[in-house]
């Protein structure tokens, strides 16, 4: 395991948190998602993405899920869907199950300007979080199933409706980090491996074991 060269304390607009969870739902989906032709940290792909953008100078935790008890930070309750957190408390809450967060961050080519960091927060924000953009249950489950990748019979984009690696994909696109494509195809292994695959990420931290406590 790679030491943290990143403090948690210090994320960047457009770094990545792939996050490992151990209980079985995401165990079940690194297991499903694996591939060992795949970069040798992502053979076993992480169970859950998330991405970090800035508000009000502080840089926040923005991730589609249904398994987060935080009330978002926008919001102000807890919520299916798109939500922000401050990325602290939500990687301290895989650190403390026993599981681990990595940091994946835009290589020095690809770093984003101060227009693409404004423009990441505003569709995280404004577009996916105060629009109420929901959880979409079934697209998640599609994502991850290798028949339905090889076919044509895969779903239409549905933007209102976005599970956590389908709406870094879509973000990504929309800014010319990630290639144009279905994002309802983008489990989080596969849009990982291709974000490293083609240098547009590399990882920065890891965290397993504890965090700093002067984060609280």
């Not at 840089?59 to 935080?70: D, K, M, N, R, Y």
């Amino acid at each position: 395991m790679m030491r943290a060269t990143v403090s948690p304390l210090a994320l960047q607009p457009g770094d990545i948190a792939a996050c490992y969870g151990v209980d079985l739902t995401s165990r079940l989906i690194r297991y499903g998602t694996a591939s060992l032709l795949g970069p040798r940290d992502l053979r076993w792909p992480p169970s859950h993405v998330a991405i970090c953008c800035q508000r009000e100078e502080q840089t926040v935790w923005v991730e589609s899920t249904t398994l987060c008890p935080h009330p978002c930070l926008i919001r102000q309750r807890p919520v299916a869907g798109v939500q922000a957190h401050r990325p602290i408390d939500r990687m301290r809450d895989y650190i403390h199950r026993g599981g681990r967060v990595d940091v994946y961050r835009l290589t020095e080519i690809n770093r984003l300007s101060e227009a693409e960091n404004e423009l990441l927060s505003r569709i995280l924000l404004d577009h996916f979080i105060k629009r109420h953009v929901r959880y979409d249950v079934g697209g998640a489950l599609l994502s991850g199933t290798r028949m339905f990748q090889r076919t044509q019979l895969f779903p239409g984009a549905d933007l209102e409706r976005l599970f956590c690696s389908e709406l870094i994909a879509a973000v990504l696109m929309r800014l010319g980090r990630l290639n144009h494509d279905n994002p309802t195809r983008f489990h989080p292994g596969r849009l990982l491996r291709q974000l490293v695959l083609t240098g547009k990420y590399h990882r920065v931290a890891s965290y397993q074991r504890s965090l700093p406590c002067d984060g609280t």
